[in-house]
């Protein structure tokens, strides 16, 4: 059997109150991410109360989406992703001195905002405000990050990620620039069909 993976919804996340840890695990099994339910059906379904349950089958595009290589580079870049999902999926490469970050938690939604300190000609890969998604996906900024971890409110659009980059923005593989905008806008989100969970990237 497929073992199903459950999302807290519609309630707050207290043991993971701290903003954006540093770390890149790929296991969330259980409220708060521990624990399995082997004994599952393979389909999702309605957990209990303020909880959701999806299958790792149904996960396993948005797994494979942020291990993904690509980078995306702007002036100025926000992210907003779903708390429960990407609190274990999303880390911050903040270099001292280089950077200031500043933390924000809410009920709702919980911010960190990373910002460039240095001189604009002293800007290198090392020293900007950097963040991972998951183990592929590298966001750069050249003046400020902003990541807004949102609390899931609707089982019908259990995980999002959108990654908007202003100000020549640039998005690619390697070395090869493959999109340049002055906005650009990517992600993916899980939603909810008419048979069960479906993967949508835009």
Known sequence: MTARRRLAILVA??????????????????RGGAGGDPGAPESASAGAAGEISISDAELAPMDAYIRRRFWVLGDDVEIVASKEYFIQNLSIAARIGAVKREDRDGA?????TITYLGQPDALDFANAPRVMVGT???????????????????????VRLRITATGKARMGVGDQVMR??????????IRRGPAGYLFEES
């Open 13 to 30: 996340f207290a043991a993971v109150a701290t903003v954006l840890p540093a770390c890149q695990s790929g296991a969330r099994r259980g």
């Open 108 to 112: 709702d939604e919980a911010v960190s």
């Open 136 to 158: 592929g996906i590298t966001v750069t900024a050249r003046r400020r990050i902003v990541v807004r971890f949102t609390r899931t409110t609707s089982a019908d659009v259990p």
């Open 180 to 189: 340049r905008e002055e906005v650009l806008s990517v992600g993916a989100q």
